[in-house]
């Protein structure tokens, strides 16, 4: 029988200097991880449990990567659509509105923005993204947003 959990996959935060000296840093946080129920969006470190929300596939209508132009390098970014009427997530964006988060991300709808992630201090690999939401949920589909040059 093969085992359910070969297409999981989970990205969990690099631990600081600073976590390992202070102990703090034993317990392993994850930042993304997809598997058989749904997606989990890990929240921030020092926020962890009081940011990170769980996402069941029912609500998911698709997974995006994207990307936030700033001042120096572009910061990645993963998060999921979700069906209207879906509730509302906890997150370190949870309380901005529409028009910051238009200001931040243009190219980004606001339920997403508030829906994502920063791909910071972990690695995304689009392969096993891919493959797990394949094997978890084949009727998502995985979408990268790009922003375009402002004119």
Known sequence: MPDPNHAVYEACFTRSLLQLLSGAGRRRLV????????VLLGGAPARYKAQTAFVPWEDITSVVVWQQRMAGPSMDYIGVQ???????LPGMNAGLRPDQTAELAP??????FLASRPVNRW????EGLQAAVEAFAPGVSVLVHEQRNAK
């Not at 979700?82 to 509302?88: E, L, Q």
């Not at 190219?107 to 997403?112: K, Q, S």
């Open 82 to 88: 979700r069906r209207t009427g879906a509730p509302a």
């Open 123 to 126: 690695r995304l690999d689009p």
């Open 107 to 112: 190219h980004v709808e606001h339920d997403l």
């Open 31 to 38: 930042a993304f991880r997809v598997d058989a129920e749904g």
